[in-house]
C-alpha cells in the first residue's frame, strides 16, 4: 500500500509534498506533521487523542468514520459511498479537528494588573476575569471570549504569552499575559 500510495502521489504531483512510511503508530514522531489524516478504530483513535493534542497548533486532523471520543471534531461532512463495502449505509462521514494551543492555566499581567483563569476543554475555553465567569474558543492560536456586555475579546496565543488583539471590557488592546509561576499571580496583578 506504501509504493502504491506513492505511486498515486507522483502521478498527482505532489511527492514532493507527502510522505508514506511503515511504523508503529505510536512511537513514530509525528511533531512534524501539518495534516494527518486517519482511518483507525475508535479505541485507536482515543489511544492517540493526546498525542494528537500535544501537536503544533494548527495541525489539521481527518478522521474517515470514527471520530475521537468527547473531543469534537470542528467540522464533519458526510459523503455518498454507493460502492462502501463495510457499514450499515452507503456514507462516510469525515472529521476535522484543528489542534488548538493549549492555554488552560492562569494567566497575569502587571500593569494593568489583569489576573485571567482559563479553564480549556479541547476547542472550548471557560474563563474567570475580575470575578465574571465568560465563555471561549480557541482556533488554533486564536481565542476569543464573550464578554458580559455582549463584546468579545480576542487574544493570540504565540511565544508562551497571550496577547489582546481584540480588545474587550478589562482587557485592553496590546495586553500582554504571561502564565503565572504558581496558583496566584505576582502581587501587581489582581
Known amino acids: 500500500l506504501v509504493q502504491r500510495s506513492r505511486a ?45 493534542l500535544a501537536l503544533r497548533p494548527g495541525t489539521r486532523i481527518v478522521s474517515h468514520d470514527y471520530d475521537l471520543g468527547d473531543w469534537a471534531p470542528d467540522r464533519t461532512v458526510v459523503v455518498d459511498a454507493p460502492d462502501k463495502p463495510v457499514g450499515p449505509e452507503p456514507r462516510s462521514r469525515l472529521h476535522l479537528w484543528v489542534v488548538p494551543a493549549q492555554v488552560d492555566g492562569l494567566w497575569c499581567s502587571a500593569a494593568p494588573a489583569v489576573a485571567l483563569r482559563l479553564r480549556q476543554r479541547y476547542q472550548q475555553v471557560d474563563a474567570e476575569l475580575d470575578g ?19 463584546r468579545s475579546a ?5 511565544d508562551g504569552a497571550l496577547t489582546v488583539t481584540q480588545a474587550a471590557t478589562a482587557l485592553p488592546a496590546g495586553l500582554r499575559l504571561a502564565p503565572a ?10
Open 181 to 190: 509561576a504558581g496558583d496566584r499571580c505576582p502581587p501587581a496583578a489582581r
Open 154 to 158: 480576542v487574544l493570540q496565543a504565540a
Open 132 to 150: 465574571a465567569a465568560r465563555r471561549g474558543r480557541i482556533e488554533e492560536r486564536r481565542l476569543t471570549l464573550q464578554g458580559p456586555d455582549g
Open 8 to 52: 498515486s502521489a507522483a502521478r498527482a504531483g505532489v511527492a514532493d509534498r507527502v510522505e508514506f512510511r511503515t511504523e508503529d503508530l505510536f512511537s513514530t514522531d509525528l511533531s512534524r506533521a501539518t495534516v494527518i489524516t486517519m482511518y483507525l478504530l475508535p479505541q485507536v483513535n482515543l489511544q492517540l487523542r493526546p498525542r494528537l
